[in-house]
Nanobody, 125 residues
Framework: QVQLVESGGGSVQAGGSLRLSCATS????????MGWFRQAPGKEREAVGA????????IYDDSVEGRFTISIDKSNAILYLYMTDVKPEDTAMYYC??????????????????WGQGTQVTVSS
């Protein structure tokens, strides 16, 4: 019964900001590894970042380090991605994902078990 539902995508100007949300259910939200991934047409799915909700420690891909930040709302079991200084190359479908219980924090998509439907982010110059 795990369900992940992304929202908050849209069109923004380069240099702007956007907040994506991932509403979750059926997860041990206080102790789970979750991540944000993105995929542009014709490209492989790639990591944006990942977090362990136990202490909200997060890691990020070099392409977004310093620009994107993952946070959580434990009360409502929501995972956020705060995007700042967005660039046209950030344009992609963004997905929320979660691992089954167990190790560990990773940026490899193939290790994630549950996925949302995605939300589109388009950045214009």
């Amino acid at each position: 019964q795990v369900q992940l539902v992304e929202s908050g995508g849209g069109s923004v100007q380069a240099g702007g900001s956007l907040r994506l949300s991932c509403a979750t259910s059926g997860l041990p939200f206080s102790d789970v590894v979750m991540g944000w991934f993105r995929q542009a047409p014709g490209k492989e799915r790639e990591a944006v970042g990942a977090t362990w909700t136990g202490n909200t420690y997060s890691i990020y891909d070099d392409s977004v380090e310093g620009r994107f930040t993952i946070s959580i709302d434990k009360s409502n079991a929501i995972l956020y991605l705060y995007m700042t200084d967005v660039k046209p190359e950030d344009t992609a479908m963004y997905y929320c994902a979660a691992r089954k219980e167990g190790p560990g924090l990773t940026l490899l998509p193939r290790y994630y078990d549950y996925w949302g439907q995605g939300t589109q982010v388009t950045v214009s110059s």
